[in-house]
């Protein structure tokens, strides 16, 4: 596909050693992040919940799954995401009655 001679790269430069420094605000410091609260729901002891400024997020223990997403005291979520291992099928699945078979998943 790429014929001989091709040039991949034509430049060079130098790479600093040691210490590199990360663009301001890049990654937060431990120290200047506000506190998570975590909790067991008092109605619901299958799930924990993780709010700090502003956000209040519900895990379902039993599922592993997200259940509750709030920022500013609104719901953002209609449903948690769950997972789909579905994928489209070809001729070969067809052949074999994979779409009918593994319907469920």
Same mark, same amino acid.
């Given at each position: #596909?790429?014929p001989?001679?091709?040039?991949?790269?034509? *430049?060079q430069?130098?790479?600093?050693?040691?210490?590199?420094s990360q %663009?301001a605000?890049?990654?937060?410091?431990?120290?200047?992040?506000p506190?998570?609260?975590?909790?067991?729901?008092k109605?619901?002891?299958?799930?924990? &919940? &993780?709010?700090?400024q502003?956000?209040?997020?519900?895990?379902?223990r039993?599922?592993?799954r997200?259940v509750?997403?709030?920022?500013?005291?609104v719901?953002l979520l209609k449903?948690g %995401?769950?997972?789909?291992?579905? +994928? +489209? %099928?070809?001729?070969?699945?067809f +052949?074999n009655? #994979? %779409? *009918?078979?593994?319907?469920?998943?």
């Amino acid at each position: #596909m790429i014929p001989i001679g091709h040039t991949l790269a034509a *430049e060079q430069f130098k790479l600093a050693s040691g210490e590199v420094s990360q %663009p301001a605000g890049f990654l937060a410091s431990k120290a200047k992040l506000p506190k998570l609260n975590i909790k067991e729901n008092k109605n619901n002891r299958n799930q924990i &919940i &993780i709010s700090g400024q502003n956000f209040e997020v519900v895990f379902n223990r039993q599922e592993g799954r997200l259940v509750s997403y709030k920022f500013q005291k609104v719901e953002l979520l209609k449903e948690g %995401p769950l997972p789909n291992f579905w +994928g +489209g %099928p070809t001729d070969n699945d067809f +052949g074999n009655r #994979m %779409p *009918e078979r593994l319907k469920v998943w």
